[in-house]
């Protein structure tokens, strides 16, 4: 199916504006395909320039978790803002030790200790480089960095190596040495590459770039069995999986594994720019002061941010909201499937969840679903992704069913 946008964008001049814009001054990076202009947000809800208002099931992917205005987040945002910004990292500062007290705890990591960033990237690379430098500082340096086919660690050269998407790496060559890619939920593979040269292995324990992929329980728990035996350090990204997204604050309490170095970012300030790596007492130490830093990082007004998160998560007891709404929108997604052979598979955890589509309409159904009043995210032509903010009403969900059982059998 297609959609006519012509009647839509001369009703709204601020968008054709912001459009002309961006065309002629904003780095062709993102091929954006929705042409829809945010002006602000209330609750699960986005309304753009001309007025419309949307149901934001891609919560800025996996970003807003407490929805868009969350009274507690502004009061914390703009109290901090007033009180002091920004104030480098020469000088201690409320917010950040607070801040990391927190994340120690909640990691669930043995005397864990957390380092600050801007972005998912970031704190990913901040892991690779302490795993590097635990072993370096050891007189025993290592390189070799395994991680997944189809996994996303970020955008910076040394995560976008990682990253097991040549997609994302190819123009950028020559890349930084050491890494190996191993197919995804493979013990064999990962058997024959890890051994004593290896520094570290880095997991998502949900690869959601590449289309809500789970990790099956045996897998991570034989990644971290090579990485005893090894001493390898192993590093699991929650950069998306965390923050109570899959319906436990950290989606490795699944199962039963612990980590050396977690990384979290997306929603951990709710929408405020921020990167945390957290790792576990025997790891921490191989960072020497000067080894490594951030001008931003750990700034007042993003560490308020995310207190405000924690402290909302904890009022409002939010991961296990999650869990709840995440259970029944999974639930009804899977009975829609079995109504409507447009859908393959409905996967994922807690909020968390792709859509399969049999015919390859993913783009259409995104398009329709907009027009209908709903966001939602696509990955390639054949899956559509919901990362909702975990503030979700489970009364949102029966409206969004009966809307994707409308427009399934009309795009597909
Ligand atoms: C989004 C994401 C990143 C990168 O985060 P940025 O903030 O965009 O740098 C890294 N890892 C995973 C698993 C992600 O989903």
């Known amino acids: 199916m297609m959609i006519d946008y012509s009647e839509k964008q001369s009703a709204d001049p601020v968008l054709e504006r912001v459009m002309s814009l961006d065309e002629r001054y904003y780095m062709p990076v993102f091929g954006r395909r929705t042409p829809i202009c945010i002006a602000k947000g209330e609750g699960a809800y986005l309304i753009d320039t001309a007025g419309r208002r949307y149901l934001d099931l891609i919560g800025g992917i996996a970003v807003n978790v407490l929805g868009h205005a969350h009274p507690a987040l502004v009061k914390a945002i ?14 201690y500062n409320i917010p950040q030790a607070e801040l990391a007290a927190r994340l120690s705890a909640l990691s669930g990591l043995q005397d864990a200790r957390v380092f600050l960033c801007n972005s998912g990237a970031e704190a990913n690379e901040a892991a690779l480089k302490l795993a590097r430098a635990y072993f370096y500082h050891k007189g025993q ?5 395994i991680s ?8 910076t050269l040394a995560t976008v190596t990682a990253t097991g998407q040549t997609k994302y790496s190819e123009p950028f060559a020559p890349l930084p040495e050491g890494f190996i890619h191993v197919p995804y939920n493979d013990e064999e593979a990962l058997k024959k590459v890890v051994d004593e040269k290896t520094c570290a292995v880095i997991l998502e324990v949900i690869q959601g770039e590449s289309g809500v992929i789970l990790a099956h329980r045996s897998y991570l728990e034989q990644a971290e069995r090579l990485c005893r035996q090894t001493d390898a350090r192993f590093i699991i990204d929650e950069v998306q999986t965390g923050m109570g997204r899959t319906g436990k604050f950290m989606a490795y309490e699944h199962h ?3 980590p050396d170095i977690v990384t979290l ?9 921020i990167g945390a790596m957290v790792a576990n ?3 921490a130490p191989g960072f020497h002061p000067g080894d490594h830093g951030s001008t931003f990082g750990g700034n007042p007004l993003a560490c308020a941010a995310a207190l405000a998160v924690l402290d909302t998560y904890e009022e409002s007891d939010l991961v296990a909201k999650a869990k709840r709404t995440g259970e029944q929108l999974i639930q009804s997604l899977t009975q829609l499937s079995e109504r409507q052979t447009a859908i ?9 969840i792709g859509i399969e589509l049999r015919k390859p309409c993913a783009p259409d159904v995104k398009a329709a679903l907009l027009e209908a009043g709903y966001l939602v995210g696509s990955v390639g032509q054949h899956m559509i992704r919901l990362l909702p903010p975990l503030i979700l009403d489970e009364s949102n969900i029966p409206p969004f069913i009966s809307a994707l059982e409308r427009i399934l059998p009309e795009v597909s």
């Not at 340096?141 to 960095?145: F, V």
């Open 78 to 91: 703009c109290g901090q803002a007033s009180s002091v910004i920004h104030c480098s990292n020469y000088y």
């Open 141 to 145: 340096p290592r390189s070799k960095i």
């Open 148 to 155: 997944a086919l189809n996994s996303f660690h970020g955008r």
């Open 256 to 258: 039963e594994i612990k």
């Open 265 to 273: 970012a997306k929603g951990l300030a709710g929408g405020v720019p």
């Open 281 to 283: 007492g025997e790891t």
């Open 344 to 352: 393959l598979e409905v996967r994922g955890m807690g909020l968390m």
